[in-house]
């Protein structure tokens, strides 16, 4: 049998599945969900209100470890508040990883601020303190109010590191160049609820972190996302600012600001309160999957990606680095001809045409590990 035949077999055996189509991460509902939801429609409070959005945002700041948790519509609506929050203004720079999914970028251009690619590291996959404080070394001025950028002559306002598939990026290090340089830290952890470095959770290191909710991410609420604040008065103007900055009063409307319809509708959080109560089990899922991968392929001599040290990934997409770009190619031809998605990583931000005039560092690491790597099956349903 071919490498790639006995990497499809074990995948078969692993979701105990001998035919039929295998995704890359399919959401599962064992828990209440259909209890909350009825409950939901019954209180006839299903949408931007309602008890199940005060107890999903306490219970998420509870689990995090956040001072304050404020719901979204979605991951990509709630980095752009994030950034709005930040203080990212019309042609600031905003840094961040070209290895990410195009939310990240995207809410960039939405505050009308222009992306910096900056590398990533190898061994985790996220943005590289090092490449970073070269960078900032070389191109930036430090000046009253903030860092700004040599070559364009403008702001650098804030940093967007991102924790890649759930794999904590050197966030300490991250925070300590930010602190330095007076450049806000927003973490995009829409990948890595559940995941600490050195037993803090991730998207808790910066002023502002962010999760989403969506269908393939770790826990579901259909559509959704969410901000986590250390402090309360952030989180105060996030909630006036996604329900249109309207001015609290019994019968009156007045908006004191340009708002925003961002707000998770109580039903969704039903949802997503069903499935915070599995996250624990589904954690725990997630690891052994990842464990058995990891022995399988260290006997196939192919690099699995494992929890860096001092972390603790939740494992929610696993992936391997195949010889090169050719190898990679035949495999994704091969497994998702026989029924098992996998997926090469996300075209790179600077190789695409709205970013491609955008400034990028050296991004050796980024361009090689794109080149390699495959992300396989990693539903918690083993
Ligand atoms: C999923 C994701 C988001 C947010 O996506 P939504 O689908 O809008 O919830 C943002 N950044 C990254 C890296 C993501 O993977």
Redesign the pocket.
Known sequence: MNRFAEIVKFIRQTFNQPEGFIPLHAPVFNGNEKKYIEECINSTFVSSVGMFVDRFEEDMANFTGAKKAVVCV???NA?HLALMLAGVKQNDEVITQPL??I??ANAISYCGAQPVFIDVDRDRLGLSPQALQNFLDKNTTRKGDGCYNNLSKRKISALVP?HTFGHPCRIDEIAKICEQYHIELVE?A??SLGSYFNKRHTGTFGKIG?L???GN?IITTG???MLLFDDEESAKKAKHITTQAKVPHAWEFVHDAIGYNYRMPNINAALGLAQLEQLSGFLKIKRELAERYQSFFSGKNIQFIKEPENSHSNYWLNAILLKDRKERDEFLKYTNQNGIMTRPVWELMNRLPMFRDSQCGNIKNAEWIADRLVNIPSSATI
Do not use: I, P, Q
Request: avoid cysteine; proline fraction near 0%.
């Open positions: 979605n991951g990509t980095l990410t999914f939310a990240t991102m995009d829409a990948e962010v989403s909710f969506n991410k559509g959704g996302g």
